[in-house]
């Protein structure tokens, strides 16, 4: 689950392969008090070995993307675009990894110059990895 800067939502299941099925769920929504229908046909473009995504963060600005697998970060830019699912849809560039026991979730820092991992379970090491 990621959320933008405005507060939209965008979920990528975790499936077999990779490919999870990428769905935005509008700000629009929370606050409604009736159900908000959820559709998409479009699919995280990468390929793992294994059941990914495993997490996924939006940067403070809105324009950078980091999505998590068991193996790798992967980083897409908007260039521009606010179109998240459209850009998922694309080739990322993998970024720099330590693998971790259960590794598990990706955030970008408040200032968005770089990201942290963690894994799962006590003790688990925070990484941190710088962009500039």
């Known amino acids: 689950m990621m959320v933008d800067p405005s507060g939209e939502v965008y979920l990528i299941s975790n499936v077999d392969g990779g490919k999870g099925l990428i769905a935005h769920v509008p700000s629009s929504g929370w606050d409604s008090g009736s159900t908000v229908q959820v559709n998409s046909n479009a699919y995280l473009s990468i390929s793992t070995s294994l059941p990914d995504p495993v997490g996924g ?76």
């Open 57 to 132: 963060d939006i940067s403070p600005s809105g324009d950078e993307i980091l999505v998590k697998t068991r193996e790798s970060v992967l980083f897409w830019d908007m260039n521009g675009s606010k179109d998240y699912v459209g850009v998922l849809q694309t080739q990322p560039i993998r970024l720099p990894y330590i693998i971790e026991h259960h590794g598990e979730s990706v955030a970008w820092q408040p200032d968005g110059r770089g990201y942290y991992t963690l894994g799962e379970g006590h003790h688990s090491p925070l990484y941190h990895y710088s962009l500039v």
